[in-house]
């Protein structure tokens, strides 16, 4: 029973670049959630997706956007990076947008924005 | 002042110590509280989760909540080398397990 995987495991991007980071659920889930891990500190929520629409959002600016396809399967994207923006990327998911059942997380995609 | 304080360590304890991890919390909402490990360079694991207030044990491990206090707990029996990893408390309102508020995480090392 595969868990929540996702990839690339690694990206170094530039600058003012954009940047796609991919998430499959784990198997009968359908509801998935992005953090953001800077070094040294707990992860912060981003948005969570459920029946392919964003249905929470954390403090986080536009540039920062998602998408869930109808295989439960989602992306992060983040344009105009900014140094500030390195930092290890979680995807998390869990059944239903009740919050009934706890997350469970990948191991992230390491981004480092230089 | 952050929402989940939880002291960064790290915590150097011999094999077989009973090791204690605690994170406290200002918003009296909090209803939902979950024990993360998170092993380097590796996603947060689920360890333990609980709703209100109470115990729960789950074989080595021991959570509790103390919401009079904002105060919640994670008891770790018979510590192994093993078990050396950052803890991260995570807590939620009403929305159930959803939007956590983590802690900054202790980080746990237990040296044979």
């Known amino acids: 029973d595969a868990g929540v995987t996702q990839s690339p495991t690694h990206l170094i991007k530039t600058r003012g670049q954009q940047v796609t980071l991919r998430c499959s659920p784990k198997?009968?889930?359908?509801?998935v959630s992005w953090y953001q891990q800077a070094l040294g500190q707990g992860p912060q929520f981003i948005f969570q997706?459920?029946?392919?629409?964003?249905?929470q959002r954390g403090n986080f600016p536009d540039r920062f956007s998602g998408h869930q396809f109808p295989n439960y399967s989602s992306e992060l994207n983040v344009n105009a990076l900014l140094l500030g923006d390195s930092a290890l990327y979680l995807c998390?998911?869990?059944?239903?947008?009740?919050?009934?059942?706890?997350?469970?997380f990948g191991n992230g995609t390491r981004l480092t924005v230089t | 002042q952050k929402e989940v304080e939880q002291d960064p360590g790290p915590l150097s304890v011999p094999e077989g110590a009973i090791v204690s991890l605690n994170c406290t919390y200002s918003n009296s909402a909090f209803q939902y509280f979950m024990w993360y490990r998170q092993y380097s360079r590796k996603g947060p694991e689920l360890l333990m989760y609980t709703y209100s207030s109470g115990n729960k044990e789950d074989g080595r491990f021991t959570a509790q909540v103390d919401k009079s206090s904002k105060y919640i707990s994670l008891f770790i029996r018979d510590s192994q080398p093993s078990d050396s990893a950052t803890y991260l408390c995570?807590?939620?309102?009403?929305?159930?397990?959803?939007?956590?508020?983590f802690g900054a995480g202790t980080r746990l090392a237990v040296h044979p």
């Open positions: 995570a807590m939620s309102g009403s929305g159930g397990y959803n939007k956590l508020i």
């Open positions: 997706y459920y029946e392919e629409e964003e249905r």
């Open positions: 998390a998911s869990s059944a239903g947008d009740r919050g009934l059942s706890p997350l469970h």
């Open positions: 198997s009968g889930h359908d509801t």
